[in-house]
């Protein structure tokens, strides 16, 4: 059995430039890129997926975990969404296609779980103590780039798990196949979006790193207590 971690948090650690006081300022993807990668990759050594599932057992209750985390954590974003919300970049996102609430990974997740016989209705959420803090809607952006990373990264899993996994997988595959075909380009219109809030909202990036970095270690925690 190959225990090496595969990338879940996309796009992948690697060498990246440093930010200075002399470079241009970077777009906001890459400047998460590069304000990320230390916590990014202590994530996946911590986690070791999908190495550590080994069978059905440990695919539902990865399943289970990450549901756990993630659903209250979207349900966060529902804070920046309505109507009170009076931020207009919000309505950028959602006019340059990107909408949390038709993108959610949890609902991908409770599919899964229920089609390996688990209720979704009696799981208990993971309380808000250990949630990522997401006080403003920078924040929330990087909570979504750290989210949306992982239905990136799980594209590259899925091989491997139905190797393992065989035939238990059928019908129980929607959070690790993503959005299938269409799953790269819509990262590419995510990071086009993060740009476009980036270059409307320069003074906002540090918020944007710390939202990131916060659900990076509040995943780390979760998955593994």
């Given at each position: 059995?190959?225990?090496?971690?595969?990338?879940?948090?996309?796009?992948?650690?690697?060498?990246?430039?440093?930010?200075?006081?002399?470079?241009?300022?970077?777009?906001?993807?890459?400047?998460?890129?590069?304000?990320?990668?230390?916590?990014?990759?202590?994530?996946?050594?911590?986690?070791?997926?999908?190495?550590?599932?080994?069978?059905?057992?440990?695919?539902?209750?990865?399943?289970?975990?990450?549901?756990?985390?993630?659903?209250?954590?979207?349900?966060?974003?529902?804070?920046?969404?309505?109507?009170?919300?009076?931020?207009?970049?919000?309505?950028?996102?959602?006019?340059?296609?990107?909408?949390?609430?038709?993108?959610?990974?949890?609902?991908?997740?409770?599919?899964?779980?229920?089609?390996?016989?688990?209720?979704?209705?009696?799981?208990?959420?993971?309380?808000?103590?250990?949630?990522?803090?997401?006080?403003?809607?920078?924040?929330?952006?990087?909570?979504?780039?750290?989210?949306?990373?992982?239905?990136?990264?799980?594209?590259?899993?899925?091989?491997?798990?139905?190797?393992?996994?065989?035939?238990?997988?059928?019908?129980?595959?929607?959070?690790?196949r993503g959005r299938e075909t269409e799953?790269?380009?819509?990262?590419?219109?995510?990071?086009?979006?993060?740009?476009?809030?980036?270059?409307?909202?320069?003074?906002?990036?540090?918020?944007?790193?710390?939202?990131?970095?916060?659900?990076?270690?509040?995943?780390?925690?979760?998955?593994?207590?």
């Amino acid at each position: 059995m190959n225990n090496l971690a595969a990338p879940i948090f996309l796009p992948p650690v690697q060498a990246l430039p440093e930010l200075t006081d002399e470079a241009l300022p970077l777009p906001l993807s890459q400047s998460l890129r590069v304000g990320t990668a230390t916590s990014h990759k202590e994530l996946e050594n911590r986690l070791v997926l999908p190495g550590s599932i080994r069978s059905i057992a440990d695919y539902r209750a990865c399943l289970l975990r990450f549901y756990q985390l993630y659903r209250p954590i979207e349900l966060q974003f529902q804070l920046f969404t309505g109507p009170a919300f009076s931020d207009p970049a919000f309505s950028e996102w959602i006019f340059a296609g990107f909408d949390p609430s038709a993108c959610s990974l949890s609902a991908r997740l409770a599919a899964d779980l229920e089609e390996l016989a688990v209720s979704v209705a009696d799981i208990s959420l993971a309380p808000a103590a250990a949630l990522p803090p997401l006080r403003e809607f920078a924040s929330a952006l990087g909570a979504c780039y750290v989210l949306e990373g992982s239905a990136l990264g799980s594209l590259f899993m899925l091989p491997q798990l139905r190797r393992v996994l065989g035939d238990g997988m059928d019908g129980a595959d929607s959070f690790f196949r993503g959005r299938e075909t269409e799953t790269s380009a819509f990262w590419q219109r995510f990071r086009a979006a993060l740009d476009r809030y980036g270059d409307a909202h320069p003074e906002q990036t540090p918020a944007v790193i710390r939202g990131a970095n916060d659900t990076f270690v509040a995943i780390g925690l979760w998955m593994q207590p």
